[in-house]
């Protein structure tokens, strides 16, 4: 079960992080500047909204049938920014494909979370992480495409085509989870059976999602082009600076999420999603081996933290309406973080240093720390009907 949420997170990964690695090379052959590119990608977040109807109809109908779904349409619509004519078209198709794309990684993560056993659900969101890193890298990687001519940028955003194979084989051999099934054998034999979502976990969540997300958009949106701009990197070099700093913390991601089932999720969480998120802020502001050096050690501990905060979001719902509140949960974070896009485009269009602009946003980070701290339960350990007491009722395996 587990490979094939793997293999899923290759697509989805690439849907994801594609329009981010481009942004800079498709403004520059239409002359678009850095506030217009922060507002096309605060867009391309706003389009997350045609999430929300999706992830009812997979509350209804099963998380099987809309992954398969998702897997075969996302990569699709997004390789059609392979053919734009103008800036406006090639945010139109993202807006559309890169949202699916984030659902179909919402959907996967409800799906392991179901799945997997009672002390293996954050390490399980780690492996899954690494698939999305895999999925993201060939993004990035193609990188070194954008710049052989002014618009060779398009040919990154062909690779999704060959991304359908995956759909293929989740098409084949997805089954749909054991929790659902359940679920749905209880709504037909007791039709008064009836579950809601929980007020305070959800916008103590949305509180969390946004104040993370309005640094991690505006870090991932802009590093190409502070590499680009200020630090004269070639187009090989970025993907290099990026693809070398961003294993490390591949190694992170699988550690933090054996230490969130081992240790609990709020230990690793509080330790460090603060300090991960200011070095990696700082990298912004250095140059050289610092640079490099700060921006391994920051995405190392970012990607500890990842697993226990990843697994909260599906953790503390009930499974009528898990899809729901996670695709709720991201939708305000991406439309949260798109207000810092914008912000960050109109600080640095007006003379504001990058190094300022991201050590102020990484304050949303240590924000949420004291949240996660003061406010959230440990669901390390515990079964999910004992999370959600609700769901007590189900019978699963």
Sequence with gaps: M??????????????????????????????????GQGFAAAIVRWGVIIAIPIASY????????VIIGLAW???????????SPSFTFLVATQTIGRPLGIALTVFVLVFATEEMGTNTRAWALSILAVGSGVGAGSAVGAIPLAGISESSW???????IAWLAVAYVLTRSLPETERFLALHEEQIHHTDVETHIHRDRLWLQIAVAVLTNVFVATASIFQSRYLKDVRGYSAFEISMFITLTTIPATFGLVAGGRLADKIGR???????????????????????????????????????????????????FPTAHRNMASILIMVASLIGGSVG?????????NGMSYGRVMLTFALGPVVVAALVAAKYPETAHR???????????????
């Design 2 to 35: 587990l490979k094939l949420l793997w293999l899923a997170c290759l697509p989805a990964a690439y849907v994801n992080t594609v329009f981010t690695q481009t942004v800079a090379y498709a403004s520059t052959e239409f002359n678009i500047s850095e506030q």
């Design 73 to 83: 349409i996302a990569p699709l619509i997004v390789s059609l920014g392979a053919l």
């Design 266 to 316: 709020k230990a690793v969480a509080i330790a460090t999603v603060p300090t991960g998120t200011l070095l990696f802020a700082s990298s912004f502001a250095v140059h050289g081996f610092a640079m490099w050096f700060i921006a391994i050690v920051g995405g190392v501990l970012l990607g500890i933290s990842y697993p226990a905060m990843a697994v909260f979001r599906s953790e503390l």
């Design 341 to 349: 896009l914008i912000v960050a485009g109109y600080l640095l269009d």
């Design 58 to 65: 997979a509350d209804k109908v099963g998380r099987r049938r």
């Design 383 to 397: 079964e999910l009907e004992e999370i959600n007491p609700e769901d007590a009722h189900l019978q699963s395996e």
């Design 154 to 160: 398009r040919l990154v955003y062909l690779i999704g």
